[in-house]
């Protein structure tokens, strides 16, 4: 077996990191390992490079948000670009890696993957060398933000409209709403019959009956209950007016001639009676 350089041991342990070794790679490594102090203490960095890595990461992102080979390619990164092959320099390394992680993380985390809750004053892991990646404002979430959705709702009422101060004729007409006309209703009751309005002209709320009424959500055509309620709410109708008690029609009498009833106990029922002498009679006896 031939017997490996420094740096080609120093390349196969960056495979070793990637677990991309071939079997007989493995021992050609540990061969050299065993005999090279030199390479042993960069095996050793290396190791403690990536825990470090991966502890302040997660630490400062928490476990889910990153990639469990971040780290390890972070590092990987870092070596192959460092400057020369003395490990001397690896210290040059411990305080290129926060900015490192930190540009890493922003290229390599998914725009949906916002960290739950980065608290801005978490400490340092003990065992971390150097502050974790100091990070001034949210690194996603701000930048990819996108304009929200928002649903538009309007009704064209068919004909003219009365808009009444509740969900019934009982009410009192407050307002009009005219016919192809666009008005964005502010609510709707639960039998989903009546539409409430701020009045265009006196500016008080209303109801509209929705049988004159088209609803279109986004410009379509559609049914009230197909509204979402996120995009119109239901509300409550107020309380039907103590409308004053119609008084009693004095019912006109039905005249005696035709009341079906033996008024004068004769045995004669209205025009039986001889005594009628045309239904509006009002005297059986007579
Ligand atoms: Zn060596």
Request: charged letters at 15%; proline letters at 11%; hydrophobic letters at 35%.
């Amino acid at each position: 077996m031939k017997p490996l350089t420094h740096t080609q041991t120093q390349e196969l342990l960056q495979l070793a990191a990637d677990g991309l070794l071939q079997p007989g790679q493995r021992a050609q490594l540990d061969a050299h390992l065993a005999g090279c102090h030199e390479c042993a203490a960069y095996a050793s960095e290396l190791d403690s490079l990536q825990a470090l890595i991966t502890s302040s990461l997660n630490e400062r992102w928490g476990q889910p948000s990153l990639p469990d080979d971040a780290g390890r390619r972070l590092q990987e990164q870092a070596l192959r670009t460092r400057p020369g092959a003395g490990l001397g320099k690896l210290w040059f390394l411990l305080l290129a890696l926060p900015l490192a992680a930190l540009l890493a993380w922003q290229l390599l985390a998914p725009a949906p993957l916002i960290p739950a809750a980065p608290t801005e004053t978490q400490p340092a892991s003990p065992s971390a060398t150097v502050a974790p990646p100091t990070v001034t404002s949210s690194p996603v979430a701000s930048a990819t933000a996108s304009v929200p959705f928002v649903p538009t709702l309007f009704t064209v009422p068919a004909q003219t409209t009365n808009c009444r101060e509740g969900n019934s004729s009982q009410f009192d007409i407050v307002d009009t709403l005219y016919a192809d006309e666009r008005y964005e209703p502010l609510g709707r009751g639960r039998d989903e019959l009546w539409l409430q309005f701020r009045g265009p002209v006196s500016g008080v709320r209303c109801w509209a009956y929705v049988g004159n009424l088209s609803v279109l959500l986004n410009d379509e055509v559609v049914q009230l209950a197909d509204v979402p309620e996120s995009v119109l709410p239901y509300l409550a109708y107020p309380a039907t007016p103590t409308i004053p008690p119609t008084p009693e029609p004095t019912s006109t009498p039905v005249p005696q001639c035709s009341d079906g009833l033996d008024n004068d106990g004769d045995g004669y029922i209205d025009m039986q009676d001889r005594e009628c002498s045309d239904p509006t009679d009002n005297n059986e006896a007579n």
